[in-house]
């Protein structure tokens, strides 16, 4: 069975970081590119932060803009674990995270090109 579990999410107050992570078992997602999205209440989900698989040269990663320079998106491949290291969090990036597996090592920004998804983790931000 193919699985992503996300973990490290919780409560934390506005400036402060957290480490997302992301360990897949069931298969290895070396060749595809991972990213994190995120499902505030009543928004659509968007994509935070994303990696590109070992198969695609030079290796790239994408944030959204309003995480850029305070987000860092990493993987392990022999871990099978993608990371998301979170600093200076804002109220606005209180979020249900999801880690997503693609279906090829090229980098996108579209839900559909994720074919993998884990359960999600909380993240709440206060003021």
């Known amino acids: 069975q193919v699985q992503l579990v996300e973990s490290g999410g919780g409560l934390v107050q506005t400036g402060g970081s957290l480490r997302l992570s992301c360990v897949g078992s069931?298969?290895?997602?070396?060749?595809?590119?991972m990213a994190w999205f995120r499902q505030a209440p009543g928004k659509e989900r968007e994509f935070v932060a994303g990696i590109s698989g070992i198969d695609w040269s030079p290796s790239t990663t994408r944030y959204l803009d309003s995480v850029k320079g305070r987000f860092i998106i990493s993987r392990d491949n022999v871990k099978n674990t993608v990371y998301l290291q979170m600093n200076s969090l804002k109220p606005e990036d209180t979020a249900v995270y999801f880690c997503?597996?693609?279906?090829?090592?090229?980098?996108?920004?579209?839900?559909?090109?994720?074919?993998?998804w884990g359960q999600g983790t909380q993240v709440t931000v206060s003021t």
């Open positions: 069931g298969r290895t997602f070396s060749t595809s590119a």
């Open positions: 997503a597996a693609g279906r090829s090592s090229q980098l996108g920004l579209s839900i559909g090109l994720y074919d993998y």
